[in-house]
Nanobody, 121 residues
Framework: QAQLVESGGGLVQAGGSLRLSCAAS????????MGWFRQAPGKEREFVAA???????LYADSVKGRFTISRDNAKNTVYLQMNSLKPEDTAVYSC???????????????WGQGTQVTVSS
């Protein structure tokens, strides 16, 4: 059964960095667009970033220039390097995979369970 498992969340001070990982298993994800959403308390889930097998990527304006998404197709793993973190980046970050090829990850075929990122001021 296909599964996405995130890791790397935690507590960091403003200005710090974290790297999230999402390991996919159960099937080949090389043809899937993979990426990240986040949801802060009391807010709707929002798109963060996504990447195709080819390496083409898309970022939300709020993270552009601070976050970098990458993937290792051989390991079926996608990464999100988050630098210059701000308190407003605090959220549960969820990995997602879309077989449609859409860089905005619609529709999502698979979700991870989520990992908490907390940025203190």
């Amino acid at each position: 059964q296909a599964q996405l498992v995130e890791s790397g969340g935690g507590l960091v001070q403003a200005g710090g960095s974290l790297r999230l990982s999402c390991a996919a298993s159960g099937q080949t994800f090389s043809n899937y667009v993979m990426g990240w959403f986040r949801q802060a308390p009391g807010k709707e889930r929002e798109f963060v970033a996504a990447i195709r097998w080819s390496g083409s990527s898309l970022y939300a304006d709020s993270v552009k220039g601070r976050f970098t998404i990458s993937r290792d197709n051989a390991k079926n793993t996608v990464y999100l390097q988050m630098n210059s973190l701000k308190p407003e980046d605090t959220a549960v970050y969820s990995c997602a995979a879309a077989g449609s090829g859409s860089l905005i990850l619609k529709p999502v075929d698979y979700w991870g369970q989520g990992t908490q990122v907390t940025v203190s001021s």
